[in-house]
Structures are given as structure tokens and as C-alpha cells.
């Protein structure tokens, strides 16, 4: 068996950025940028009023109360033609163009709000409640660098840089394919001692928030025949991801099937907890990642395995968060496979605690679905006490 960490540098190696395209700016989030955004203007393109009130002269208001002649009005959108001059104001408006002349903004509230003569209540500085040019970014800056999966935050400023289309990863396609004569569907019947299927609608989406598209082949009987056909689609696939046949019993037939099609091991068993038998090759030339296919299993090898891959697939960081957290109980020592124990994360007095759920059996999804994290117990910990901190992947 070998380690977590080396079955993860050996899975991303494997992989390189797919080719670009283009989309426009609205369809961009939750793409990965190929090249970084360019701001192609000033923000703001010019000195703006940040408040309602009068663009002035800050010596005209140096003494007050003051009287000056309003010579116009400046709202958003519609700059004053002219310039401010001794004893004279502009009535301007939040994010109005600040006048020729003009260096400071009075706030209305300091105003007697004159319609063509006001009065100014209190003095403005230079620069008061002004936006100068270029504050948040200039032309040529870069907004966003490449690699970065675009948040709605990365969208919105890189159209505020006036960037209309920008250049991102195409999204990896992922061949999706569970096996096992035990599986039917949700809502069909269930065949003799079997099972209903479900690690794969928890693969599914999670594809798609990690930017691959899913196709999924449904589930394969455990026959040579059928799963053999898994290798018609190895060509228009960045990936193919199987779920289930990848331990090494009689009915475990994804190296058997698929090894007279042209798959080669990379490497089998991990010494880990749960998710011990995944499989990495290559089938012809296209990667194939074998995950188990207990349901646990399955989103925990996903989550440390899959996710790295599709982000080495777009060329991205792989922003994999953990975080300390001091345990709410005492766990034991592990023993030689690195061990992902599902847990709840509370907030104790400003505190982060974790609280192992008491069971741990890789066959409660339930479990999973109520965790907020995966507490990580190295191969060979020694037994944590209470309050002691211990690394924890959050699951959200």
C-alpha cells in the first residue's frame, strides 16, 4: 500500500491543462481563467462624488457659515459642463463626476440644500468624500491571475475592468461508470439481497461543482463483456472514473475486463480509512481513477483524489482547506492507514471544536451527511485527549 500523499502526487502528475476558449464575461463563474484579466480602463475612470451633496472649492469653505451661487448640478451620469470657480458650487450626486475646479464635496446634511444660492454649514478638506481616479485599480492591471476558479466577486470585478470575454479551461470530461450486480436504481425493484445505488448521485454533482461535466454510462452487471465496453469511451474522456470492482474478489473486475483493452496499473490499494482499494492507470491513453464502491468510501477517495486531478486538468490551484480544531473527545491511537474520521465542527467561546461521530463504519451515509468534517488521523497517531487539536477537511 502506499501513502495518501504519494498516490496524490502520482494521480496529478499524470494529468495536463486541457485547451482554452473563450466565453463572455456573464458566463464565466465558475470557470478557470487560462490567462489573467486585464483591466482595460481606470476604476473610477475619473474623481467621483462618494456622497450627495455640493462639489466646492475647499478655500471658498474654509470660514463658515458660507454662502456660493449654484451653478448646476452633476447626478450620476450626467458631468457638469463647465468648472467651479470662486464662491461657486455644483449640487453633485453619488457618483457624479467631480467638476473642473471643484475639490472637495460638502454632504447635503451640512447644507441648507440652496437651490441657487446655499449655505454651507461646515468646512470640507480637500480631497473630502471624493473617489479620485484610478482608486480600486488602473488600465493594465491584473484583476484576476490565471488558474483561479472565478467567484461571482472575481466576475463582477473584472467587468468593472470593461473585460467583456476572458479565457478559461474548457471543462474536463468525465466518463462516470458503477458497476455491481447488487445496484438498481432509485425507485426501481430491487433485485435479491441488493442494494439501491447512490455513490454515484453524490459523484455527479460533485463533478460539476469541481468544473468537470459528467457522463454517466448508468450501471454495469458484473460481466467482462460489459465492463470491457467502458473502454468505447476512454477517447473523448480526460477522465473516466469508475465506481465499485477494484478490490481483487471474483466479482471485481475492472483490471480483468479492461487489461485486454489496454489498461495499465499504476498502482492499487492505499493505506487509508475508508477507501483502501482505488486504482489508478491508464486505460490506452486516457487516465482512470477506480473508486470504491462504498458510498463513504467513494466521497472520501472523490474528495482527496478526484478533485486534485480535475483541478491539475484545468490547470488550477487546488485550494484543498483544513483547518485545527480542538477535539470535543478523546480518540484512540490509529493504527498503520491514515484514517478520515466524519465529525461535527462547533464553536465553543469563539473556539473551534470537533466531535467524532462514535461509529464509523464506512457503510453510514447518514453519517457522512450530517459531518461538517473529516478529522485526519495519521498512520500511526498516538491517542489525542480531550481539547487536544487535530488537522479537520471541512466537507462545506
Given amino acids: 500500500m502506499i501513502s ?4 496524490v502526487a502520482r494521480i496529478t502528475s499524470a494529468f495536463s491543462a486541457v485547451d482554452c476558449e473563450t466565453v463572455a464575461i456573464d458566463c464565466a463563474a465558475g470557470r478557470v481563467l487560462a490567462e489573467d484579466a486585464i483591466a482595460r480602463l481606470d476604476q473610477p475612470p475619473f474623481a467621483v462624488s462618494a456622497m450627495d451633496g455640493y462639489a466646492v472649492r475647499a478655500a471658498d469653505v474654509t470660514q463658515v457659515p458660507a454662502r456660493l451661487n449654484v451653478i448646476g448640478s452633476a447626478p450620476a451620469g450626467k458631468p457638469f459642463e463647465g468648472s467651479v ?3 461657486q458650487a455644483v ?4 457618483g457624479g463626476v467631480v467638476p473642473d475646479g471643484a475639490d472637495a464635496i460638502v454632504i447635503q446634511e451640512d447644507t441648507d440644500q440652496g437651490q441657487s444660492v446655499v449655505s454651507i454649514g461646515a468646512p470640507a478638506a480637500k480631497g473630502k468624500h471624493i473617489r479620485p481616479a484610478a482608486q480600486d485599480f488602473r488600465a493594465g492591471d491584473v484583476l484576476v491571475r ?9 466576475v463582477a470585478l473584472i467587468a468593472a475592468g470593461d473585460v467583456p470575454f476572458v479565457s478559461v479551461r474548457r471543462r474536463p470530461r468525465i466518463v462516470v461508470a458503477a458497476t455491481g450486480d447488487e445496484l438498481s436504481e432509485p425507485g426501481t425493484p ?3 439481497g441488493g442494494i439501491v445505488a447512490s455513490s454515484v448521485y453524490g459523484l455527479i454533482p460533485l463533478i460539476e461543482k469541481w468544473g468537470g461535466v459528467p457522463h454517466s454510462l448508468g450501471i454495469l452487471p458484473d460481466r467482462i463483456d460489459s465492463i470491457a465496453k467502458i473502454a468505447e469511451h476512454a477517447a473523448d474522456a480526460d477522465i473516466i472514473v469508475t465506481l465499485g470492482g477494484a478490490s481483487v474478489g471474483d466479482h471485481d473486475l475492472i483490471q480483468r475486463a479492461l487489461g485486454p483493452k489496454g489498461f495499465t496499473l499504476d498502482f492499487w490499494k492505499i493505506a487509508m480509512r475508508p477507501g483502501k482499494p482505488l486504482i489508478f492507470g491508464r486505460l490506452s491513453n486516457t487516465p482512470l481513477l477506480g473508486l470504491p464502491g462504498n458510498p463513504v468510501s467513494s466521497f472520501v477517495c472523490a474528495l482527496l483524489f478526484l478533485k486534485p486531478a480535475i483541478a491539475a486538468l484545468l490547470g488550477a490551484r487546488d485550494e484543498h482547506e483544513s483547518l485545527l480544531a480542538r477535539l470535543a473527545a478523546a480518540m484512540p491511537a490509529n493504527d498503520g492507514r ?3 474520521v466524519r465529525a461535527k465542527l462547533l464553536r465553543r467561546k469563539g473556539e473551534l471544536w470537533v ?3 462514535p461509529l464509523q463504519d464506512s457503510s453510514m451515509q447518514k453519517a457522512l451527511a450530517e459531518a461538517d468534517g473529516l478529522v485526519v488521523r495519521p498512520p500511526h497517531a498516538l491517542a489525542a485527549s480531550k481539547g487536544e ?3 479537520v477537511i471541512p466537507l462545506e
Fill in 4 to 7: 495518501v500523499e504519494e498516490a
Fill in 85 to 87: 470657480c470662486a464662491n
Fill in 91 to 94: 449640487r453633485i450626486f453619488t
Fill in 146 to 154: 490565471l488558474g483561479r476558479q472565478l467567484s461571482p466577486r472575481d
Fill in 190 to 192: 430491487r433485485k435479491p
Fill in 338 to 340: 491514515q484514517d478520515y
Fill in 355 to 357: 466531535e467524532p461521530f
Fill in 389 to 391: 487539536a487535530v488537522p
